[in-house]
């Protein structure tokens, strides 16, 4: 295996928690926009398969102009900000991994509002690509955003590593062919459901995924 000069991560239930805040958004969509609130399950469903949110909205919300619900999912997520909170020891981590010289990126099915919760909890920096839903044709497990952040780190699949909580997060680095993924099982997806998928490694927490990403750097 080559050396190991990139990480990956998906974002939401990955590096960070933000499960309610996203349920309780769509349940604020569906009022605004008179439609019935979806069962929560549903929508854990989507996430579980990290299901890009125009996707999501075009499901839920048929017929209503993403720009609508783009807007008033961003002033809900604005005002709520404060719920929005990076997993323990993700900061911590980040910092690290840079230290060591390695390049790292996102890779969400989120969109665009992800930089400014990024900016709001100091980890923007930390990142040499973020890549969100409107900046690729296809969501995960679709490559295309992997090899869009792999671009801009100038790093080969074969030296990087894809993190992330769902089975659609380990199929996109399969299908990128980058070296190594890593299930992280405090977020969306079940160790149940991140093994049907073959992640190379699983960790249950950020100080798992930080010792397994040493070790990895090592060799």
Not at 69 to 90: C, I, M, P, W
Not at 151 to 163: K, S
Request: proline share 5%; glycine share 6%.
């Amino acid at each position: 295996m080559s050396k190991i000069k990139a990480i990956l991560y998906d974002y939401d239930g990955t590096l960070m928690d933000t499960a309610s805040v996203i349920l309780d958004a769509y349940d604020h969509l569906a009022d605004h926009f008179n439609r019935p609130r979806a069962p929560r399950e549903q929508i854990r469903d989507m996430l579980r398969r990290a299901m890009p949110m125009p996707q999501i909205f075009e499901t839920l919300f048929p017929n209503i102009p993403y720009a609508e619900l783009f807007h008033q999912n961003s002033k809900y997520f604005d005002k709520h900000l404060s719920r929005v909170a990076l997993f323990e020891g993700t900061l911590s981590m980040l910092q690290k991994i840079e230290q060591q010289g390695l390049k790292q990126a996102i890779v969400t099915g989120g969109d665009k509002n992800v930089l400014v919760v990024m900016r709001e909890r100091g980890i923007s920096d930390y990142f040499s690509s973020i890549v969100y839903c409107d900046r690729v044709d296809f969501g995960k497990p679709n490559p295309e955003g992997l090899e869009l952040a792999m671009q801009e780190c100038d790093v080969l699949p074969a030296e990087t590593v894809m993190v992330g909580d769902s089975p659609n997060d380990i199929l996109a680095g399969k299908n990128a062919r980058v070296a190594l993924t890593v299930g992280v099982s405090h977020g969306h997806g079940s160790r149940t459901d991140l093994k049907a998928a073959d992640a190379d490694y699983i960790v249950d927490s950020i100080a798992e995924l930080e010792e397994l990403i040493s070790r990895l750097i090592q060799g």
